[in-house]
Nanobody, 125 residues
Framework: QVQLVESGGGLVQAGGSLRLSCAAS????????MAWFRRAPGKEREFVAF????????YYADSVKGRFTISRDNAKNTVFLQMNSLKPEDTAVYSC??????????????????WGQGTQVTVSS
């Protein structure tokens, strides 16, 4: 069982930056691939970024590529999402999620087993 707790959300002006964190429980954190999803009001949950268990592979949605960076610190059981050049359309609840790393990336929520509660990110124009 893995428990995930996100932090770092808030209100920021367009063009600004935020860094989200996701702290995980458990002693085998490096065995889990991690991802960030987001859900905007009235929209379905959307894939944002993926990172493999040891951090060697990352994958991004086209909408955030070049602006967002996913990383992890396995010694601290934490995954990060650095968000730069934020736009109003990035406004959403951001959630981190985990699954056992099987050597490929996944962009659908159904592929993940554990979810955090989410943190609100609001970008004003």
């Amino acid at each position: 069982q893995v428990q995930l707790v996100e932090s770092g959300g808030g209100l920021v002006q367009a063009g600004g930056s935020l860094r989200l964190s996701c702290a995980a429980s458990g002693r085998t954190f490096s065995s889990y691939a991690m991802a960030w999803f987001r859900r905007a009001p009235g929209k379905e949950r959307e894939f944002v970024a993926f990172i493999s268990g040891r951090g060697g592979n990352t994958y991004y949605a086209d909408s955030v590529k070049g602006r967002f960076t996913i990383s992890r610190d396995n010694a601290k059981n934490t995954v990060f999402l650095q968000m730069n050049s934020l736009k109003p359309e990035d406004t959403a609840v951001y959630s981190c999620t985990a699954r056992i790393d099987e050597g490929q990336w996944y962009i659908y929520p159904r592929n993940y087993d554990y979810w955090g509660q989410g943190t609100q990110v609001t970008v004003s124009s």
